[in-house]
Nanobody, 128 residues
Framework: QLQLVESGGGLVQPGGSLRLSCAAS????????ITWYRQAPGKEREGVSC????????MYADSVKGRFTISRDDAKNTVYLQMNSLKPEDTAVYYC?????????????????????WGNGTLVTVST
């Protein structure tokens, strides 16, 4: 079965860290740019970070710049999102998406370019 599976979410206190994983099953991530999105309750989905297929270029939303780091390990067929200095406003379901396009527009909306695969999401809760 061709799918993306996110993991690593959970409950963390403000200022804490989490590392999310996005693992591909049934296909190789080598050819795809990967974007992390998140959706908080009652809010629209927003782009968080994106990495191109080679891993040589990354982009971040202003709200997470300097706190989050995206990376990929093609040998493990996995993309990571290291999240540090977490804030309550980071609470959301985090999704990864694989596509052939790499552009700043990916952080504005997932509608600009077709997404080949979506994961089912992992919940991150930042709270005392």
């Amino acid at each position: 079965q061709l799918q993306l599976v996110e993991s690593g979410g959970g409950l963390v206190q403000p200022g804490g860290s989490l590392r999310l994983s996005c693992a591909a099953s049934g296909f190789s991530l080598n050819w795809y740019a990967i974007t992390w999105y998140r959706q908080a309750p009652g809010k629209e989905r927003e782009g968080v970070s994106c990495i191109n297929s080679s891993g040589g270029s990354t982009m971040y939303a202003d709200s997470v710049k300097g706190r989050f780091t995206i990376s990929r390990d093609d040998a493990k067929n996995t993309v990571y999102l290291q999240m540090n200095s977490l804030k309550p406003e980071d609470t959301a379901v985090y999704y990864c998406a694989a596509g052939f396009y790499y552009s700043e527009k990916l952080l504005l909306s997932s509608s600009y370019y077709p997404v080949k695969y979506w994961g089912n999401g992992t919940l991150v809760t930042v709270s005392t």
